[in-house]
């Protein structure tokens, strides 16, 4: 009998490059093999054990001879390469084409309207790294009070403010104002709060990010499990991506190791249902900095309180643990990189050592998280839990 199902998305963690990797410049981009090469290895032996070394295509984690868990890698069918697209595609929802980007920065006609909307100027209108355009424009934007909005390869509109001078409830009351003005063909995917302190030299952003996502584009898995009063527990920025559809509480986050610390919380507790929970360090601390070397202990550390959460799972939970997409730190680019993403299952009711092999979409792990829960099956995505079942 399983009653629970703790979802953990390690956030940009991917393990190759996919077959058409190339489209989206991504060529020889593998997160988890790149850095554990770059690092000399990767002292990995929770995830090893579970059969994080045995995945189709992985080659830099060692092969643990006692396997305890299911494992695989799984494909991104939608068009794109974002958190909201592979998010989406986990619960259900496969995009037959990518969300608007912009390599040239936003259209002169957008940002005026934008700009009529908010009352005041913006600076910037660029793809940039979010701590390189803090040091260029950090400055002025403390000196004229305009926000930076900024893009980078993703569909983002990402609006950053010192929190001094602006303040958190005025930036997230200007965010949804964008979140409203980019509809049809400028939809992105996510409209971002940057906040940060300090001042030249010595800007840092702070843990009050926020993200204003589209609504999903049609039901998902979480709005199944909701439809039939069952528990949704989002940890991390899951309420933000879903705009809060399909999801019955929440908590945010300040780094990974409170999110493991919210997941830790909600398995002691008595409640059923879903735990869905984004470790977001990963993706936008060191993937976008490229930082492999705090990637590495990154995914060591959360290895170790992996240990924890493997300790205090009654009989009746099962573990998911997968990505959403790459952000291979060992490469010139500082964006996201279209990469297959691991899949590791573990539960006293599962059977050991089983190999899914690699999955045509995202979407079986919600499709399988349906039938768990003998719910109505969801529009994409094939379940794989009579293969995993014990």
Known sequence: MIDRVIWM??????????????????????????????????????????????????????????????????????????????????????????????????????????????????????????TAILDELGEEHMETGYPI????????????????????????????????????EHAVARVIARPFLGSLGSFTRTPNRRDFSLMPIYETVLDKLKEKAINVMAVGKIEDIFCGQGITEAVHTKDNMDGVDKTLEYIKSDKKGLIFTNLVDFDMKWGHRNDYKAYGEGLEAFDKRLGEILEQMKDSDI???????????????????????????????????VNLGTRKTFADMGQTIAEIFELEPIRNGESFLEEIIG
């Open 9 to 130: 998305v390690l956030d940009s963690a991917g393990i190759g490059e996919l077959p058409d990797a190339a489209e989206y410049g991504d060529e020889g981009s593998n997160t988890i093999g790149n850095i554990a090469k770059a690092v000399g290895g990767l002292n990995l032996p929770n995830m090893e054990k579970l059969g994080l070394g045995h995945i189709d295509g992985v080659e830099e984690i060692k092969k643990s001879s006692l396997i305890d868990g299911c494992y695989g890698r799984f494909a991104e069918l939608s068009k794109g390469k974002d958190t909201t697209t592979g998010h989406w595609e986990m619960s259900g929802i496969v995009l037959e084409q990518a969300f608007p980007t912009y390599p040239k920065g936003f259209p002169q006609d957008v940002i005026k309207a934008y700009e009529e909307l908010i009352g005041t100027k913006v600076i910037g209108n660029k793809p940039a790294s979010g």
């Open 149 to 184: 909005v900024y893009t980078s390869a993703d569909s983002v509109f990402q609006i950053a403010a010192h929190e001094e001078i602006i303040p958190l409830e005025k930036l997230y009351e200007i965010c949804e104002k964008a979140r409203e003005l980019l509809k049809g």
């Open 319 to 353: 573990l998911f643990i997968t990505a959403d997409h790459g952000c291979d730190p060992t490469t010139p680019s500082t964006d996201h990189s279209r990469e297959y993403v691991p899949f590791l299952a573990y539960g006293s009711s599962l059977k050991k050592n």
